[in-house]
């Protein structure tokens, strides 16, 4: 499966702008709500990928490529797991661990939407690497 790089980009904007706002917020809810999207995304099924397709690409024509669709989906993945650090930090009061599980997240989330930079992506390239041929 192929994705257009400029959808998992506007993603990552959007996710940015979630998770600014649950950490100026402390809104727990909110960082469910994100934690959902990052499941659905990680599943294939990005709600941001559906509203690039439909209202934003049309208006940027086509990609000049397309790219694999496992390392940003993996990436989701990832900031699946820090979300869900980040509600066991809220529910157990564990500010810390709340807000830099948060703020992790909204790192890896900005750098992929300023910079172009997919953290989680990376990661999945590094681990594909050392993985041995046979477990593939």
């Known amino acids: 499966m192929q994705v257009d790089p400029r959808s998992?980009?506007?993603?990552?904007?959007?996710?940015?702008?979630?998770l600014a706002l649950v950490l100026l917020t402390g809104n727990a809810w909110l960082l469910l709500a994100q934690g959902v999207l990052f499941a659905l995304g990680a599943a294939g099924?990005?709600?941001?990928?559906l509203i690039f397709r439909r209202s934003v690409r049309?208006?940027?024509?086509?990609?000049a490529e397309m790219e694999d669709a496992a390392p940003p989906?993996?990436?989701q993945g990832v900031g699946?797991?820090?979300?869900?650090?980040g509600l066991i930090g809220f529910t157990a009061q564990i500010t810390p661990l709340a807000l830099g599980a948060t703020a992790a997240a909204l790192l890896a989330a900005f750098l992929n939407a300023a910079f172009g930079f997919c953290l989680g992506c990376e990661m999945y390239l590094i681990i594909r690497r050392l993985m041995p041929a046979a477990t593939r």
């Open 8 to 18: 998992t980009r506007f993603a990552a904007a959007a996710t940015t702008l979630i």
């Open 45 to 49: 099924v990005s709600p941001y990928g």
């Open 58 to 63: 049309p208006r940027l024509g086509p990609p």
């Open 73 to 75: 989906r993996f990436a």
């Open 80 to 85: 699946l797991a820090f979300a869900l650090a």
